[in-house]
């Protein structure tokens, strides 16, 4: 569909006049009512009646119509023009701080993304726990953030990105036995988890905690990637992302251990402050919800 036919109909609808919709187009008036006997031709209605006399020429019931979808279509047409005027204009540096169950999954292909939209921009990336990154938000060091939220702050824009479900893995050599057990089982294990400051092991150590008996003993992590190399060397049981695992479980090196609890699964946000108003990092954040999405619905 013609775009300046469209245009033509809402200036002709706007200002109740060939002429004066001529002039602000700066054509003639004859080539304004071809474009719009061409457009009625298009749609098959007839959308004004035409000019009698002096009188404001006014749309058909079916131009009244048809107006709003008009105008809202381009109404997106332009701003799909900034948005690629705009982001490919961008240029300077963009600070992002990364969980690193995001790192291990699709954070190549949010990078591969950013630049084909932002070509002239460069990346600093920092993997960190959420809770450095919370900070570096917070005091403006980090543009935008992929962790684990949302941050609670009212300057702070948190979009919802995608979750990751956690499960206890474990070596075959330490010969857990194969059914449902009590976390009693698992504490004569070291615990491998998370980091001491995030959320996954603020969870796991309190769950412990109300066990009676023998505490456990945790051996925390900042390297999820530690944590897995832990784990295949039969040090302990181990709390991991399952897409960290899949892998490890199907070859047979880790063993996925059925429990009768299992931690909370991760829900992860792109978080970025909007005090100062930052346009760079508020595109980069629906470029990475575009890419999570798109990563669920794949795993799905």
């Known amino acids: 569909m013609n775009y300046k036919r469209l245009e033509t109909f809402v ?3 706007s200002l109740g006049s060939f002429r004066k919709a001529a002039e602000r187009m700066h054509t003639t008036q004859p080539a304004i009512s071809a474009r719009i ?9 007839k959308l004004f009646e035409r000019e009698v006399g002096s009188a404001p020429i006014a749309l058909t019931a079916k131009g009244k119509d048809l107006l709003p979808y008009v105008e809202k279509i381009l109404y997106q047409s332009e701003q799909l023009r900034k948005r690629a005027e705009s982001t490919t ?4 540096v963009i600070r992002i701080g990364v969980s690193e169950t995001i790192a291990h999954t699709w954070l190549s292909t949010f990078l591969s993304r950013l630049h084909n939209e932002m070509p002239k921009l460069d990346v600093e990336l920092t993997v960190e726990v959420t809770t450095v990154l919370s900070a570096g938000i917070k005091d403006r060091s980090i543009d935008l953030g992929l962790l684990m939220g949302p941050i609670n702050e009212p300057s702070i824009v948190n979009l919802d990105l995608c979750t990751f479900s956690l499960s ?4 075959p050599a330490l010969n857990l036995p194969d059914r ?6 698992l504490s004569p294990w070291p615990i491998i988890s998370y980091a001491r400051n995030s959320k996954p092991y603020a969870e796991i150590s309190q769950k412990f905690r109300e066990l009676e008996g023998q505490p456990a003993h945790f051996f925390a992590s900042t390297s999820l990637a530690a944590c897995r190399s832990l784990a295949l060397d039969a040090v302990g049981v181990a709390t991991m992302p399952d897409v960290m695992i899949e892998q490890d479980i199907q070859a047979g090196t880790l063993k996925r251990i059925r429990a009768i609890w299992t931690p909370s699964e991760l829900k992860f946000t792109a ?3 909007d005090e100062p108003f930052n346009p760079i990092a508020e595109v980069a954040a629906k470029i990475a919800v575009e890419t999570a999405n798109e990563y669920s619905n794949l795993k799905a």
């Open 168 to 171: 206890w893995a474990a070596s």
């Open 271 to 273: 978080s970025y402050s």
């Open 11 to 13: 200036w002709v609808a």
């Open 37 to 45: 006997s061409a457009l009625e031709s298009e749609l098959g209605v």
């Open 180 to 185: 449902l057990l009590y976390l009693e089982e």
């Open 89 to 92: 204009a961008y240029s300077g």
